[in-house]
């Protein structure tokens, strides 16, 4: 294809996609109510908060703020599955409404997508093996340690790995939960931290038998948050409302009993400061 | 229905990691076809021999290489050896596999090359009073060489495109590293059509390279 030829192709897309823009001129929130569904954007490699049940079917903490947001709204739940890198294309090509996948709200990210309040929040621990020696977060220093390229819980503990300034350790980002957990059970590496709920549901698995939990991590508790194209601001207000109904009416303390463990649900708020 | 702004200035913020990342590429691409290339040769005149234990043994390589998903075979050499207790890095797993991978498509690829000789052309330079290593040397390998010298520079662009698969038992080659970049800022189009653009860039590269050798090379004939 001749350049000029190639420019014209790029022009004519471009013009298109202007036209499809302002064609959607429609509301997010008009749209679910008229179409009756809801599409919701949910990971579901990442128990307990989203996951396949032994009947195949989705389920999860994100799965159960999906179904009672699509029951406040009157409509049906869609659940589309969206792996941690599709998070962001599915919801720019419109491919979701309303993404519910533990995603934590950085300032960065909210470059791009419209972060809520935080609907639940996680501490990181530190997970080993049972034969590694170490008993807390100290222990990793100087250690082959790990985690799952992309994630928060990455660019948190690799903010530590390098102010450790440690030339003993190392550090390898696997393309996933599952490879960094059979890394860690096979002695690839000695230590990573994961998500308390996250934690637990691999533990009380019973996948991996030598892998055990050892204390809190010094990273900030890692807020979660629901996100929405970046522009609706309408359906961002409404996905508020919906967030503190789920606090207001126990919801969220119910659900975060049902899948992350007794006792009380963290607060949602951080002392000092409104969000 | 696509009301989405590319912000190319978070992508620029990142262009170290991602040529980092692109040099690792093509570290691995570059290594595993130098080694691939020589471990080939024995192993196509093994199958060319047609019997004997050597054969077999390149059989098996070779079916074992070609007809298997290259991400399984990173697999087995990462976790696989791993439950056998022999541990092996990220680099140099994924570096084996490729060219493990490498090495079985080479193989029958220089078998064709050499099948495509005529075998009197063999006897022909033994009659001149060539000895058998002379006559391979002068007469059947450049021809071999000329056969397979397309084919093969179409390994390097899938032996590179095979390393992208690196990323998931941690190796921050390009994907990597573009999967790494687009998790903090979600710009994600604009990361991966730049990922896309330097596999281009280097698998074109590698390509016009090779024309210039080929013409450099070939044009006495």
């Known amino acids: 294809m001749s350049i000029r030829k190639l420019m014209s192709v790029a022009v004519i897309a471009a013009a298109s996609l202007h036209i499809a823009g302002a064609a959607s001129a429609q509301s997010t929130l008009d749209r679910i109510v008229q179409s009756r569904t809801l599409r919701c954007g949910v990971m579901l490699d990442y128990p307990p908060a989203g996951f396949r049940n032994p009947q195949n079917q989705p389920d999860g903490f994100d799965v159960a703020y999906c179904r009672d947001m699509a029951h406040a709204l009157g409509v049906k739940p869609q659940i589309i599955e969206t792996p941690s890198t599709e998070r962001l294309p599915a919801i720019a090509s419109n491919r979701i409404d309303v993404l519910i996948a533990s995603t934590s709200n950085t300032p960065q990210r909210a470059l791009t997508v419209a972060f809520s309040q935080p609907y639940v929040v996680y501490q990181d621990v530190v997970l080993t093996r049972n034969d590694t020696a170490i008993e807390n977060f100290d222990g990793l220093k100087g250690r082959k340690i790990g985690g799952v390229t992309g994630s928060t819980g990455e660019q948190a503990i690799m903010g530590f790995f390098r102010s450790w300034n440690n030339p003993a350790g190392n550090y390898t980002g696997y393309g996933s939960e599952a490879e960094s957990y059979l890394a860690l059970s096979q002695g690839k590496i000695d230590g990573m931290i994961v998500g308390n709920a996250a934690a637990a549901a691999l533990i009380a698995s019973g996948q991996f038998n030598n892998l055990v939990t050892m204390g809190l991590a010094p990273s900030p508790p890692d807020f979660c948050a629901i996100a929405v194209r970046r522009g609706d601001q309408e359906f961002l207000n409404w996905v508020n409302l919906f967030i503190w109904q789920q606090v207001r009416t126990g919801r969220y303390t119910a659900l975060y009993n049902q899948y992350f463990g007794p006792g009380d649900a963290p607060s949602l708020a951080v002392p000092g400061v409104y969000y | ?221």
């Open chain 2, 1 to 221: 229905m696509f009301d989405y702004t590319f912000l190319w200035p978070l992508v620029w913020a990142e262009w170290p990691q991602l040529l980092a990342g692109a040099r690792v590429t093509l570290e691995i691409t570059i290594l595993s076809m130098a080694v691939a290339t020589v471990a080939a040769f024995p192993l196509a005149l093994a199958r060319r021999a047609g019997k004997g234990l050597s054969c077999q043994a390149a059989t098996i390589w070779v079916e074992a290489a070609r007809n298997t998903p290259c991400l399984v075979q990173i697999y087995m050499v990462y976790f696989g050896l791993g439950a056998l207790g022999l541990h092996i890095g990220s680099y140099f797993a994924v570096l084996g596999a490729i060219t493990f991978n490498n090495t079985g498509y080479l193989a029958e690829m220089f078998r064709g090359g050499l099948n495509a000789v005529a075998p009197q052309q063999f006897n022909a330079g033994r009659s001149l009073g060539l000895t058998a290593f002379q006559t391979y040397k002068n007469i059947i390998f450049p021809q071999v060489f000329r056969i397979v010298y397309f084919p093969f520079v179409n390994q390097i662009t899938w032996a590179m495109l095979n390393s992208s698969l690196g990323m998931i038992i941690g190796l921050r080659e390009l994907t990597g590293a573009t999967q790494m970049a687009q998790s903090v800022s979600f710009r994600t189009f604009e990361f991966f059509v730049v990922a896309a653009g330097l596999y281009y860039a280097i698998a074109k590269s590698v390509q016009i390279l090779a024309r210039v050798v080929a013409w450099r090379a070939f044009r006495r004939a």
